[in-house]
T-cell receptor, first 113, second 112 residues
């Protein structure tokens, strides 16, 4: 089975721009979660989608949004980028039911200049 | 509030020794606790997990213990090897949701 994939792997943007990141889950997984990873802060939960619906949301500003498509692929959008948004963005997929194990993608490294 | 504290932040051990990483969670209703290993430049990989109805789980050199009363759980690695060097993250699943709260990570160095 193919693992979780994320595109692009690297991005450089400037302040004020917006960015869209993509995540393709493991086949059969219907839940996709997004995390922001920064040095010293660990993994911060952004949101989780299941069957095209956002089920859970972390404590991030409204500039961070996401969506999920009918094939379970998910996108995350960050508008009006700030320097502090520079981070590794990881997505993780799972069945989203009693089988809770999450599998992570390789991440997208975003640098905001 | 939602919080998982993880200690220590860095840990150096000699090859062959044991390593122990401890996490404390805030919500007593949390019921699922995975541990992830992240090597430099790679994605986090699940190494072991435990559910709240179990006190201990082992997988070869790795074990996790859970103390629900004290709200803490620990990762134990025995007979450490250089390839165990990585950052380890604990997490707790927020009850009634699919939201995971992660600890801030422990950088483990196994010295040959």
């Amino acid at each position: 089975k193919a693992g979780v994939t994320q595109t692009p792997r690297y991005l450089i943007k400037t302040r004020g721009q917006q960015v869209t990141l993509s995540c393709s889950p493991i086949s059969g997984h219907r839940s996709v979660s997004w995390y922001q990873q920064t040095p010293g802060q660990g993994l911060q939960f952004l949101f989780e989608y299941f069957s095209e619906t956002q089920r859970n949301k972390g404590n991030f500003p409204g500039r961070f949004s996401g969506r999920q498509f009918s094939n379970s692929r998910s996108e995350m959008n960050v508008s009006t980028l700030e320097l502090g948004d520079s981070a590794l963005y990881l997505c993780a997929s799972s069945f989203g039911t009693v089988k809770e194990t999450q599998y992570f993608g390789p991440g997208t490294r975003l640098l905001v200049l | 509030g939602e919080n998982v504290e993880q200690h220590p932040s860095t840990l150096s051990v000699q090859e062959g020794d044991s390593a122990v990483i401890k996490c404390t969670y805030s919500d007593s209703a949390s019921n699922y606790f995975p541990w992830y290993k992240q090597e430099l430049g790679k994605r986090p990989q699940l190494i072991i997990d435990i559910r709240s109805n179990v006190g201990e789980k082992k997988d070869q050199r790795i074990a996790v213990t859970l103390n629900k009363t004290a709200k803490h759980f620990s990762l134990h690695i025995t007979e450490t090897q250089p390839e165990d060097s990585a950052v380890y993250f604990c997490a707790a699943k927020y009850p009634g949701t699919y939201k995971y709260i992660f600890g801030t990570g422990t950088r483990l160095k196994v010295l040959a």
